[in-house]
């Protein structure tokens, strides 16, 4: 009885040592990743929440990702598109203030030319005295527009003229009112389209028989 009972008890120490002896052999063959590792890494693949952490991108994210994306370009091209289209009306308006005193001179200097010559002062363009005419500084000429509207001025590469040339966005028109029988008042009106507006303004000047 004795001896039957000691080999029951000398088993579980031989298992004991051979377990000792296994786990102090060394892996030679290298890592090999256990099914409990990788565990730790299906949610992630899987776009689960895992505790506090949450992987991945929703839609509401995405979302809000690609409305501050647009915020951000939309806001510098508006400011780009305000910034070209005041260059532009800056350019116009530029140009529409030269056809205008380039009309007025005109008028100046025919009557310089009529005084010069001893004629009437206002010879040559008593047809723009109360109604609407054109006058194209290239050609000296000055006509009265048929039905009280003048046709748009044509540019040529260099000069604004009614001779020659591809119709510009510029229209021209020139009253002159009779105030006494030594003084006229010239009205000059232009006109354009600008970034789809019309828009027009008009000078007047005072000229005298001196």
Known sequence: MMKRSKKQEATPVASASADSQGRGRKNTSGFTPTPSFLSRFAPFAKGERTGNLVSGFTLVETLVAVSILLVSIGGPLTIAQR???????????????????????????????????????????????????????????IEECIGGSCDPLKYDGEFYTYESGENSHFTREVVIETVNGNEIDVQVTISWQSTQLSRSFTISEHIFDW
Do not use: P
Not at 88 to 99: E, G, M, V, W
Not at 106 to 116: F, G
């Open 83 to 141: 910034g070209i289209s005041s260059a532009f009306f800056a350019r116009d308006q530029i140009t529409a203030f030269y056809l205008a005193q380039e009309a007025v001179e005109y008028i100046r200097n025919v009557r310089d030319s009529n005084k010069l010559a001893g004629d009437e002062w206002t010879l040559g363009f008593e047809d723009c005295i109360g109604s609407v005419c054109l006058i194209d500084a290239k050609t000296n000429e």
